[in-house]
């Protein structure tokens, strides 16, 4: 590996999914999680859910259901326990240890991966390393028209750079 591009991503999946969340909540929410993975542990078994089901924002449900029937995929159903994975899973633990170049690029309108959890990871980087912030851009604009050339342009450009 000789350099790294980090896009929409976050820094500490807890905070981004528990944010809004109580302490009383957050305590009874992670408890929940904790029984099922305990279960899976002892029986193999796992609860599976549409993935409409786990959908929490705005922007992803909207996604969804434009998308959904033209992508039969999109209508799987996935381990709840993905959402522990997601919990557990802290990007930002492992950048002390990352030696490459990285590219970090966030969307400016993201209210999926918050544009702060990119300028964690920036921040706490080592060098050399870039931020770059799609101004304008949801977290699925990312993917479509100017947005997505733009972003292609930036990622290609490091990587020309890097490799």
């Not at 896009?7 to 999946?13: E, K, R, V, Y």
């Not at 981004?16 to 078994?45: Q, W």
């Not at 326990?81 to 309108?109: C, Q, R, S, Y």
Request: hydrophobic share 40%.
């Amino acid at each position: 590996m000789q350099c790294v591009v980090a896009q929409l991503t976050f820094a500490d999946g807890e905070s981004v999914i528990t944010a809004e969340m109580t302490a009383e909540d957050k305590a009874k929410f992670v408890a929940t999680l904790e029984r099922m993975r305990d279960k899976k542990a002892k029986t193999g078994k796992e609860m599976m859910v549409p993935i409409a089901k786990v959908l929490s924002d705005p922007l992803s449900v909207e996604f969804f259901n434009q998308f959904k029937d033209d992508l039969p995929a999109l209508t799987i159903k996935i381990p709840f326990l993905t959402i522990w994975e997601t919990i557990n899973h802290k990007p930002v633990n492992a950048l002390a240890d990352l030696n490459k170049p990285l590219l970090i690029v966030a969307a400016g309108e993201d209210g999926i991966n918050p544009e702060s959890e990119s300028q964690k990871l920036f921040e706490l980087s080592n060098e050399p390393k870039q931020l770059h912030l799609e101004q304008g851009a949801t977290h699925y604009q990312v993917y479509s028209d100017e947005h997505f050339e733009s972003v292609v342009k930036q990622e290609l450009s490091w990587f020309d750079k890097y490799l």
